[in-house]
């Protein structure tokens, strides 16, 4: 084995120190936390929607300290799977999209997070991607969050955060 691929295997050997969000269950990072809402709770892993209407933009942020898929354990990267093909399957026919585009890019935000975005032809930035193109928007009236966070607590049992 090479020095390289040796060190490489020591390091992912090695446990990483804790994110400073990740004392808790569902903690977020304040990047996450300040642009979206939290609808809910999956298993070990909460649900966000983007505070920006003009896309119907979820977030899904598992409970680890893993920063990318590669850190997973096969366990893990299934239940994360699984739970990203059920939100897209269930927003893709909430929000009617054309295309459900899903993404886990985490350069600004270091905290495992999967975006999970429904996508229409008629949207604010198509065909561009969101990031980046996305003009300001309004932020969601309560009712609608209550009403997203309502299917979602039904179609995937979801638990509901408090005050949605």
């Given at each position: 084995?090479?020095?390289?691929?040796?060190?490489?295997?020591?390091?992912?050997?090695?446990?990483?120190?804790?994110?400073p969000?990740?004392?808790?269950p569902?903690?977020?990072?304040?990047?996450?936390?300040?642009?979206?809402?939290l609808?809910?709770?999956?298993e070990?892993?909460?649900v966000?929607l983007?505070?920006?209407?003009?896309?119907?933009?979820?977030?899904l942020?598992?409970d680890?300290d893993?920063?990318?898929?590669?850190e997973?354990?096969d366990?893990?990267?299934?239940?994360?799977s699984?739970?990203?093909?059920?939100?897209?399957?269930?927003?893709?026919?909430?929000?009617?999209?054309?295309?459900?585009n899903?993404?886990?890019?985490?350069n600004?935000?270091p905290?495992?997070?999967?975006?999970?975005?429904?996508?229409?032809?008629?949207?604010?930035c198509?065909?561009?991607p969101?990031?980046?193109?996305?003009?300001a928007?309004?932020?969601?009236?309560?009712?609608?969050?209550?009403?997203?966070t309502?299917?979602?607590?039904?179609?995937?049992?979801?638990k509901?955060?408090?005050?949605?």
């Amino acid at each position: 084995m090479s020095s390289s691929a040796s060190s490489a295997v020591s390091a992912a050997d090695s446990t990483p120190p804790a994110a400073p969000w990740a004392g808790e269950p569902g903690g977020l990072h304040p990047r996450l936390a300040a642009d979206c809402h939290l609808l809910g709770r999956l298993e070990r892993a909460s649900v966000l929607l983007h505070r920006n209407a003009r896309i119907a933009w979820l977030i899904l942020v598992p409970d680890t300290d893993a920063r990318g898929w590669h850190e997973l354990d096969d366990a893990e990267h299934d239940r994360i799977s699984g739970q990203v093909r059920d939100l897209s399957i269930t927003a893709g026919d909430y929000f009617k999209a054309d295309k459900m585009n899903v993404a886990s890019i985490g350069n600004e935000v270091p905290q495992m997070h999967i975006h999970v975005v429904a996508r229409h032809e008629n949207d604010a930035c198509w065909p561009k991607p969101v990031w980046g193109h996305l003009p300001a928007g309004p932020d969601y009236p309560t009712e609608r969050i209550t009403a997203i966070t309502h299917m979602l607590a039904l179609a995937l049992n979801m638990k509901a955060a408090a005050g949605t």
